[in-house]
């Protein structure tokens, strides 16, 4: 039997999503559901002078309107605070009561016998509101007699800091030149297909509480739950069957959460809340909104010596879960890459504005790449270098590895440089600019860009603790069935990534079992082993993986040692093969794994005391100091833009990664091809957009335009594999594409108006942007 | 008439009868109603396809129905296409292609691409693309449901020489 | 995202929805393909008391080609697309309907209903006001005829009165030689368009334009006839030149939107290149149609 880790084994998950049996949240049924609708906020920032809901309460079909006032004593509030210097945060319900701050902002929730009749009490409440004047931009929020969002707070800074790392002076004294780049990047969102929601199902018989939840983090979503709702732990249990896609912003605690679950606490029964898609566009949140100003010390030959970088960040009205320092420091701790910057000067500030909450987005710190790159090109053009030269002076080679950058994160066994020399050749990127040069002769835009990266997946401790969050070690459980099957209960939460497959190979590998044996179990807190984080970070493939190889290796031992009492062999001299135990060299001495588990659970006196105690194992895996750390890739594009219309045709993209071994090549194929979907729609088509009176103005999929399979070109991928010494040598790719994909289309876009003379220095790169910037039109207001 | 109506209909060949508010969709009637959650809601307004199921032969977007409207009708949902536990072509296609990855769109493909490779059975990659811009996918950037989609043509015509990418 | 409640019809035939429509034709929406109304409805853009669902009337859904061609209220956007009769005889019409959605809404839509639908950034209503197609509408006062021209009044509002159902469109004989063209340019194919033109121009012996109908989608609140550059087009060759200084008359007098999808000036500009392109397109056809 051959090995399944490496080969594109057919997902178990496939079997029930191809024939429409999933279980997503929607398809949760209950007896006795009733069904919640919010009413929010239309306006951006206003006094709530009055919410009059007895006409909606009184609807026929409607059990219940609960406003603020209903939730006070029956929900803590939320407080995200973490005690981070510099650090200010408000203190807020799940539904607003004395102000909205954002169009989208919760205001009251109602539930009735379903959807169709709660939204018709929606229309049946009257609000007052005494409208203020909004702030929409951070420069708008931080202005002296900006309306202050929280009163209470004074002001609407949110964060504001400066780290200095190594001597920044000293760089730039010793630079040749000073380039400066600036990007500024626009508000979009993950608009997973899969909406928000939730089934909140209390008991009041037995004080319990069954949370079914769109959400990648079940674990997380009880210890908050408890928290807030004042329920013991051990009383409430969260299901996170099939989710959707989750792409970052499903990883928190919503205040629809607190108010679907106090609804269901209050009444009694199982309350039903399905985000719908304005809602999901609009009030969900937004991400990515900063600008980067980057002033780069360089030496006579391209090498950025130092770094100073000033980045603002939007975080629209009410903070999420996952705080925005957080988000700036992720920047702060990857933007050095692997590169050879002596010191870093990093200043963030944070402002809260009238817009929806800055959420987690696949790639949160993608920013880093973004400006990192872009700077590189600018550093490019100024010497009259090309961009594959550039990089080259300024990556790290093998040789150089393990580094300590200035901000204290170890660069080691990342494969940067390995990947640019392997586009450029499996590109043949020597060719693309001949065939740029023939094109540029026809007066055609043609343009091709390069970008690397390398992303912490999952990450090194020193990495982890530049960001500011310490996570805790991963678990995994592997038993050993009385059928000598296996079952793998993993604390990953797979939203698409195939984790049920793949953690599945990773397994059967081990034991040498069957795949089709091994049965992987996810998602419910009653029965998987407590971890906070859940799924993110693109940590599955070492964290998760690694969790299972040590709870399978653990489960190894004690089969070889039960083996090893029933063959009379010793244990080391058997192996795990096809479902059995043998002796090596002596194949016939052997005992399948289901008579072995048939024995130890039900013949305990065949073995010394304790025997089947063994077969359950839970184990946690931490990767080391300085290992579980890199991944790397370099994505090349070429693109031609249309100078009458703007309109960008991707003519080839290539990706030569490199995330160690691959447990599954499609899954990884998939993982990179659906990143650089969403980075393209980031960077050509979405836009998460207000205007100027704060209203917002993508609210349906006719407005915040999604890629489609006529926008997304054909991607080819070459996978590296440079072997290392890592124990657990995967690693992740999950946000590879997403990160990369609006640098190297940026620097591709700007290449191609290279006759025009212009810098991109700011996304979205619409049709009409590119012809402002090659001033075939004039400017309108920004957008 | 606005309290509820009788829709009498087929769905994957079987008689089925349940009351529907005339402002009820099809895809919530499916869906609640009948208790068939295979078809999916995305968007509610038309846009991304995960509600699509065939309609007397055609693909609609059922949030696009009235469920009084399929009132007579016989419609197919994703539930229906396996047959004798069975997997259709295109569902095989899509399982070796690894089309789809958190499978909320899936069911509106699977209906889009059935419905396609009726009309055209020999289409191009070009073709094929085209026709699946009508669906939206947030997770597999779309180069394998496209492979899907062209392997499922293959398996349909009985080519069965396997797919030539 | 739901529908509010209202009251459902389905009446069987012509007279009865007409009875209908003159008694609560004020509060009620028309109900044929539902592609446009029903995501209307969900989002609680309108809460009409009544719908008024036609699906079942006999005799809408008939193509009639005598050399003009008539399709009838419930003709399906994607049974005229493969209708031989819309293909043969207008070919504007039918280079424009395989963009008019998607597939999956085709098989519902219907032309009738595009029409009536009236939204400005939408492909037939404008190949309508370029060929001065007939809209019929009927209601028990009798039935009437309405030029495509004076059809549209606004962004979603016709000249259709409350009491009035829209029974057919007819497009007039398509002049033998002539050239077409329909061009769009939207963000993502098959999107309503941001700007779209559509074109027919015939050429004299001589290669002087004979006939120009010019229209635009998407760059004002109804179909634009670009009558100014129609008249710029007369008589002059078929070239660059006179394509140029057309387009340049037409877009001069247009007044596009700006929204989140393009700014005014955008879509002013991406007129003028699909008006240079359409007409390059068309008198190539017309050329070929003459040889």
């Known amino acids: 039997m051959a090995n399944v880790v490496g080969s594109s084994v057919e997902r178990v998950e496939d079997a029930r999503l191809l024939t429409g049996r999933g279980r997503f949240t929607d398809d949760v049924r209950l007896p006795g559901t009733l069904h919640a609708a919010f009413l929010r906020s239309i306006v951006p920032h206003a006094r709530i002078r009055r919410i009059d809901v007895e006409r909606a309460r009184t609807l026929p079909g409607v059990s219940a309107v609960f406003t603020a006032a209903d939730f006070e004593g029956v929900v803590q509030p939320l407080d995200f605070s973490a005690g981070i210097p510099g650090h200010t945060l408000p203190t807020f319900g799940p539904l607003s009561g004395d102000k909205a701050r954002y169009v989208g902002d919760p205001l009251a929730v109602v539930v009735a016998t379903s959807r169709y009749v709660a939204e018709d009490a929606l229309g049946l409440i009257d609000v007052e509101f005494e409208e203020l004047p909004h702030v929409l931009t951070v420069e708008d929020a931080l202005a002296v007699g900006a309306p202050v969002l929280f009163e209470e707070l004074g002001d609407n800074l949110v964060y504001d800091a400066l780290h200095e790392y190594g001597d920044v002076e000293a760089a730039f004294a010793a630079a040749d030149r000073v380039v400066t780049a600036t990007i500024a990047q626009h508000r979009f969102t993950s608009s997973a297909l899969e909406t928000r929601g939730a089934v909140a199902s209390y008991d009041p018989e037995s004080g319990e509480l069954l949370y079914h939840s769109s959400n990648k983090s079940p674990h997380m979503l009880r210890v908050r739950l408890s928290e807030h709702l004042g329920l013991p732990q051990h009383r409430i249990r969260v299901v996170t069957k099939d989710v959707g896609g989750a792409f970052g912003g499903k990883g928190a605690i919503w205040r629809e959460d607190l108010a679907v679950a106090a609804a269901s606490l209050l009444l009694g029964r199982p309350v039903k809340w399905i985000e719908d898609r304005s809602e999901n566009l609009t009030a969900f949140g937004g991400a990515r909104e900063e600008d980067l100003d980057l002033e780069a010390a360089v030496d006579a030959d391209g090498v950025i010596l130092g770094l100073r970088v000033r980045m603002r960040m939007n975080h629209g009205a009410y903070p999420g879960m996952w705080l925005t320092p957080m988000f700036a420091a992720l920047v702060r701790s990857t933007i050095l890459s692997a590169l050879r910057v002596r010191a870093m000067s990093f200043a963030t500030t944070i402002a809260a504005t009238n817009k929806n909450t800055y959420i987690s987005y696949r790639g949160p710190g993608a920013s880093e790449t973004l400006a990192r790159e872009r700077l590189l090109d600018a550093v490019a053009a100024e010497l009259g270098l090309d961009a594959v030269e550039i990089r080259r002076r300024n990556l790290l080679t093998r040789a150089e590895q393990p580094r300590v950058q200035p901000n204290g994160v170890t660069v080691h066994r990342a494969h940067a440089r390995e990947t640019l020399e392997a586009a450029v050749e499996l590109a043949g990127y020597d060719e693309l600019r001949r065939e740029q040069e023939r094109a540029r002769a026809e007066a055609r835009l043609v343009g091709i860009g390069v970008a690397t990266s390398i992303q912490p997946c999952p990450g090194f401790p020193d990495w982890w603790r530049a960001v500011g969050y310490r996570t805790e070690p991963e678990p995994a459980r592997v038993r050993l069935e009385p059928d000598g099957r296996l079952t793998v209960v993993t604390s990953e939460m797979p939203t698409g990534q195939g984790h049920e497959t793949t953690l599945a190979q990773v397994a059967a590998d081990c034991l040498g079992v069957p795949f089709g044996d091994v049965h992987v179990v996810f998602g419910d807190t009653q029965t998987t082993p407590f971890y906070y984080f859940g799924s993110g970070a693109s940590r599955a493939s070492n964290m998760g993986a690694g969790a299972v190889l040590r709870a399978t290796g653990t489960l190894k031992r004690r089969i070889l040692e039960l083996a090893a009492h029933l063959l009379e062999v010793r244990a080391d001299d058997l192996e795990l093969a096809d479902g059995a135990v043998r002796a090596r060299g002596a194949p016939s001495r052997q005992v399948t794994l289901e008579e072995l588990a048939r024995r130890a659970y039900r013949e305990p006196d065949a073995f010394p005391p304790g025997a089947a105690a063994g077969l359950d194992a839970l184990e946690y895996y931490e990767p080391e100091e300085g290992s579980g750390g890199w991944a790397a890739s370099t994505h090349v594009c070429v693109v031609e833009v249309d100078g009458e219309t703007g309109v960008v045709g991707i003519r080839r993209y290539v990706v030569v990664e490199d995330c160690g071994p691959l447990i599954n090549p499609a899954v990884v194929a998939g993982q990179i091809r659906g990143g650089i979907a969403q980075g393209l729609g980031g960077a050509l088509l979405e836009h998460a957009a207000y205007d100027e009176d704060g209203q917002f103005l993508a609210g349906t999929f006719m407005t915040y335009l999604l890629p489609t399979a006529l926008e997304v070109p054909e991607v080819e991928i070459h996978h590296l594999e440079i072997p290392t010494d890592d124990p657990v040598p995967f690693r992740g790719v999950g946000e590879s594409g997403a990160i990369m994909a609006p640098a190297v289309l940026s620097a591709a876009i700007e290449d191609a108006l290279r006759p025009f003379g212009v810098r991109v220095d700011r996304l979205p790169l619409t049709p009409t942007r590119i012809l402002e910037l090659i001033g075939a039109i004039p400017v309108e207001s920004p957008g | 008439m606005s309290g509820t109506l009788p829709v009498r209909l087929t769905v994957n060949g079987e008689p089925r009868e349940a009351l529907a508010e005339p402002r009820h969709t099809l895809a919530d009637f499916l869906r609640h109603g009948l208790g068939l959650t295979g078809t999916h809601v995305g968007c509610e307004h038309g846009v991304c396809g995960a509600c699509t199921v065939v309609v007397d032969g055609e693909p609609v977007r059922s949030c696009l129905m009235l469920a009084v409207q399929a009132d007579g009708a016989e419609v197919l949902t994703v539930e229906g296409l396996a047959t004798d536990g069975r997997l259709h072509p295109v569902q095989e296609a899509f399982r070796e292609r690894h089309s789809f990855q958190c499978g909320f769109c899936t069911p509106g493909f699977v209906m889009t691409a059935y419905a396609f490779l009726r009309e055209s059975p020999e289409p191009s990659r070009a073709e094929i693309r085209k026709a699946l811009s009508s669906n939206l996918c947030r997770c597999t950037g779309y180069q394998s449901i496209v492979d899907g989609v062209e392997l499922a043509a293959e398996k349909l015509r009985g080519d069965g020489r396997g797919s030539g990418g | ?291």
């Open chain 3, 1 to 291: 995202m739901k529908p509010a409640p209202f009251r459902y019809h389905r009446p069987e035939t012509l007279d009865e929805t007409l009875a209908l429509l003159a008694e609560i034709g004020d509060d009620a929406a028309v109900l044929a393909g539902g592609q446009s109304l029903v995501p209307v409805l969900a989002l609680r853009l309108a809460s009409p008391a009544h719908v008024v669902d036609v699906n079942r009337v006999p005799g809408l859904d008939v193509i009639a080609a005598n050399g003009s061609l008539a399709l009838g209220a419930l003709v399906r956007q994607q049974a005229a697309c493969v209708a031989q009769a819309v293909r043969s005889s207008q070919p504007l019409l039918a280079e424009a309907l395989p963009l008019v959605g998607h597939r999956e809404t085709r098989g519902r839509g219907t032309v009738v209903g595009s029409l009536a639908h009236a939204d400005p950034a939408a492909e037939l209503p404008t190949v309508a006001v370029a060929l001065d197609a007939e809209i019929a509408l009927a209601s028990c006062r009798g039935v009437r005829t309405v030029p495509a021209a004076e059809f549209f009044l606004a962004p979603f509002m016709t000249a259709r009165a409350p009491d009035e159902l829209v029974t057919e469109v007819r497009f007039p004989a398509w002049p033998a030689g002539a050239g077409h063209a329909f061009l769009e340019f939207a963000r993502r194919s098959h999107d309503f368009a941001l700007a779209a033109v559509a074109v027919l121009l015939q050429l004299d012996a001589d290669g002087a334009v004979a006939g120009a109908r010019l229209a635009f989608a998407g760059v004002g609140s109804t179909p634009v006839r670009a009558d100014g550059a129609e008249d710029a087009l007369h008589g002059q060759p078929a070239g660059e030149e006179s394509f140029r200084a057309a387009a340049e008359a037409a877009v001069a007098v247009l007044d596009p939107p700006s929204d989140v999808l393009a700014s005014a000036a955008y879509r002013r500009h991406v007129a003028r290149v699909l008006l240079i392109r359409a007409l390059r397109q068309a008198a190539e056809r017309a050329r070929e149609e003459r040889a």
